[in-house]
């Protein structure tokens, strides 16, 4: 699919979203940078992807291969994986 089709099938799932709050990485991935000023991965053509969440990707509709579920599960591997900031007396 060309960079074109992808914004466009974006945008048309998603109005409420102006096309310069997207940008493609050189990755391929396309992210949505929201009021905070954080990028949020709308489609990623390998369907791998992880990003700073500050939950504002809930509210948009994600392209077909990138399923809620897979951001969950993603999100939740992260954290999982992430060091606490608990110091062990």
């Known amino acids: 699919m060309k960079r074109e089709q992808i914004i466009g099938e974006f945008l048309d799932k998603n109005p409420e979203i102006a096309v310069d709050e997207l940008d493609f990485r050189s990755d391929g991935c396309l992210e949505w940078f929201c009021e905070h000023g954080q990028g949020h991965i709308v489609f990623s053509p ?20 990138l399923s809620r579920r897979n951001h969950t599960k993603q999100l939740k591997k992260k954290i999982a994986l992430e060091p606490t900031n608990s110091k062990h007396l």
């Open 46 to 65: 390998d369907n791998l992807f992880s990003h700073n969440c500050c939950g504002c990707c809930r509210r948009v509709i994600l392209l077909d291969n």
